[in-house]
């Protein structure tokens, strides 16, 4: 069993936002513009916000703003362990975002000399989804002190190590997770969904948005 990622932003939901509201503007305005440079640079802006650590440094400096806790996730992973249940997190962040997160997520549950990590069987940052499903490139530890990837090669997942970059067919020749007893959580369509499916996983979508639909329904 897996959970996609630590998704607080979605870059498909930021895109689209502010794609809008540029191109609103310049309605509003009267301006004359072409749709496609609107798109190319605000692509670009939200990459860049992305990859250069900006929108990373900025949740960590603040997530009672973004990151809503839910007491019940580490009941529910503990419960999955004592089943006897495999858990491995794969998200596209780097480990420090990562632990950022998930420690502010359970500082309320977890012991002083607890670690999130324990709670996993495999942790993979930077997978770089989706190709991630389709690349060769192989798994490097990552030492989390000093910030380093390790040379040597990537046979076995070790307990309470993290691991970068990978892909699926190694991650499969080393798990031997194959086929429907794998279900893979995501909130993201064809970074957490589709990919998964070469796999033969079973998946499992995020989308908050159906919560708010579901309890209107049910009024």
């Known amino acids: 069993m897996a959970h996609g990622t630590l998704a607080v932003i979605k870059l498909a939901d930021s895109l689209a936002c502010l794609i809008a509201d540029i191109v609103q503007?310049?309605?509003d305005a009267k301006l004359e513009f072409d749709a496609c440079y609107v798109y190319q640079d605000v692509n670009r802006a939200i990459q860049y916000a992305?990859?250069?650590?900006?929108?990373?440094?900025?949740?960590?400096?603040?997530?009672?703003?973004?990151?809503?806790?839910?007491?019940?996730?580490?009941?529910?992973?503990?419960?999955?362990?004592?089943k006897g249940k495999k858990l491995f997190l794969m998200t596209n962040s780097p480990y420090h975002f990562v632990d950022g997160g998930m420690r502010f997520m359970l500082e309320d549950s977890l012991g002083y000399r607890d670690s999130w990590r324990e709670l996993?069987?495999?942790?993979i940052a930077k997978a770089n989804k989706p190709e991630f499903y389709t690349s060769e490139h192989p798994f490097r530890c990552y030492d989390i002190e000093k910030d380093t990837l390790a040379f040597t090669k990537v046979d076995a997942f070790l307990p309470n190590k993290v691991y970068y970059h990978g892909?699926?067919?190694?991650?499969?020749?080393?798990?031997?997770?194959?086929?429907?007893?794998?279900?893979?959580?995501?909130?993201?369509l064809f970074s957490d969904l589709r990919g998964p499916s070469k796999a033969g996983w079973r998946t499992a979508a995020i989308i908050h948005e159906l919560e708010r639909i579901m309890a209107r329904t049910r009024t």
């Open 120 to 123: 996993f069987d495999v942790v």
């Open 50 to 82: 992305h990859r250069s650590g900006l929108v990373h440094r900025g949740i960590l400096s603040d997530p009672h703003r973004y990151l809503v806790k839910n007491g019940q996730m580490l009941r529910l992973l503990r419960m999955l362990r004592e």
């Open 25 to 27: 503007h310049f309605v």
């Open 167 to 188: 892909c699926l067919k190694s991650f499969l020749q080393i798990t031997k997770w194959n086929g429907p007893e794998v279900i893979y959580f995501g909130d993201h």
